[in-house]
């Protein structure tokens, strides 16, 4: 016959063995997300509807941060592309050309805007693309790294 205490530490141990395992720590977040309020200077300059418009990245954020996802992300800064890497992929014609559209007045940059399909230039384009960039290469490398 089994001692009671025998039985007892058995369903103990039958018990230990049928528990769940212990939760792990909780992991740093992975998901990276980047957000400037400078990139939303590119904008039509005669506020025709576009679907490239700031007020679309705007209300893209505020879901996030509604939904809670921008507080369990690693948020990071924009940073400007160095020359170098533009580069890479672009003519030193379409960099100057990029750098220098903002500064152009208004009826410059439209005579240039008529040379593209469905692309606007304003005052905060220049920025807004040299961080565009930047941040791409940015997260790449983040992502690269992990």
């Not at 980047?34 to 209300?59: I, K, Q, S, V």
Request: aromatic letters at 6%; glycine letters at 4%.
């Amino acid at each position: 016959m089994v001692s009671l205490r025998a039985a007892r530490d058995r369903r103990r141990r039958a018990m230990a063995a049928a528990s769940p395992p212990p939760v792990p720590a909780a992991r740093p977040p992975r998901v990276g997300l980047l957000y400037d309020e400078r990139m939303c200077a590119h904008a039509t300059p005669d506020g025709e509807d576009h679907p490239e418009n700031p007020e679309r990245l705007r209300a893209i954020w505020r879901k996030l941060d509604a939904e809670g996802f921008t507080s369990r992300c690693v948020l990071l800064k924009a940073k400007e592309a160095e020359d170098k890497y533009i580069a890479s992929v672009h003519s030193q014609d379409h960099i100057k050309l990029m750098k220098e559209i903002s500064s152009k007045n208004y009826s410059s940059r439209n005579k240039i805007t008529r040379k593209f399909n469905s692309i606007y230039f304003n005052q905060g384009s220049s920025e807004s693309a040299v961080l565009a960039a930047g941040s791409v290469i940015k997260v790449a490398e983040k992502v690269a790294a992990a």
